[in-house]
Every structure is written in structure tokens, then in C-alpha cells.
């Protein structure tokens, strides 16, 4: 079974940068980034096709943050730039491990999930 583990989160002043990582231990197909803020749902922040590397952006994030991956490492990288207190939450690396993939954009299409990192973004 795949696993993942994440790294990178920490404690930003509004306005900054960070960057986080999320290594696969096998092959997978689409790779996603969630969030989940105290008390609300998991939702889509980005993925990746990691053939093609076709990139996915939710609205909230888009022109801010960039996905991107390294085939070669088995890993995918989140950057946050402009970071708003609105994107504090526990973040969550997804592989989807099915080369035809349903919509990237909902939880239930990925098979395994990172332990979360936890992002917060001070005002």
C-alpha cells in the first residue's frame, strides 16, 4: 500500500510563503491537496495528473498557490504565496492510485491520505 508523509507547514504572518511536500512511497496517478479548517469540511485546494501534470486549482487558492511535482522522487509540492488567515487549517496530501481518475476535485475519488500539516496564518 502506498503511503505518504508530508512536511512543511508552520506559523506565517499574513502575506508570506510556504511550501509544502508530500513524498509517495509508490507509483500513483493524481496527486491533491485538501484542507480542513476547525469545525468545517475537507476541502480541494489543488492536484496534479502526475502523467501530463495537468494541474487543478480551487478557485480560493488560484494565482496564489502553485502545485507541482517531481516524478523522479515520487513527490509533490505545494507552494503558498500571499498566505490570508483564510488559509489556516490542517492540510492533507491524496494519491489517487486509479490511472482514470473521477473528479479531482472530491475526497472520495483518492485512496490514500497524508497525516495532515497544519497551516496557520497569523494577521
Known amino acids: 500500500q502506498v503511503q505518504l508523509v508530508e512536511s512543511g507547514g508552520g506559523l506565517v504572518q499574513a502575506g508570506g510563503s510556504l511550501t509544502l511536500s508530500c513524498a509517495a512511497s509508490?507509483?500513483?496517478?493524481?496527486m491533491g491537496w485538501f484542507r480542513q479548517a476547525p469545525g468545517k469540511g475537507r476541502d480541494f485546494v489543488a492536484s496534479?495528473?502526475?502523467?501530463?501534470?495537468?494541474?487543478y486549482y480551487a478557485d480560493s487558492v488560484k494565482g496564489r498557490f502553485t502545485i507541482s511535482g517531481d516524478n523522479a522522487k515520487n513527490t509533490v509540492y505545494l507552494q503558498m504565496n500571499n498566505l490570508k488567515p483564510e488559509d489556516t487549517a490542517v492540510y492533507y496530501c491524496?494519491?489517487?492510485?486509479?490511472?482514470?481518475?473521477?473528479?479531482?476535485?472530491?475526497?472520495?475519488?483518492?485512496?490514500?491520505w497524508g497525516q495532515g500539516t497544519p497551516v496557520t496564518v497569523s494577521s
Open positions: 491524496a494519491a489517487d492510485l486509479d490511472y482514470f481518475s473521477a473528479s479531482v476535485r472530491r475526497t472520495t475519488t483518492y485512496d490514500v
Open positions: 509508490g507509483r500513483t496517478y493524481t
Open positions: 496534479i495528473r502526475t502523467t501530463g501534470l495537468t494541474t
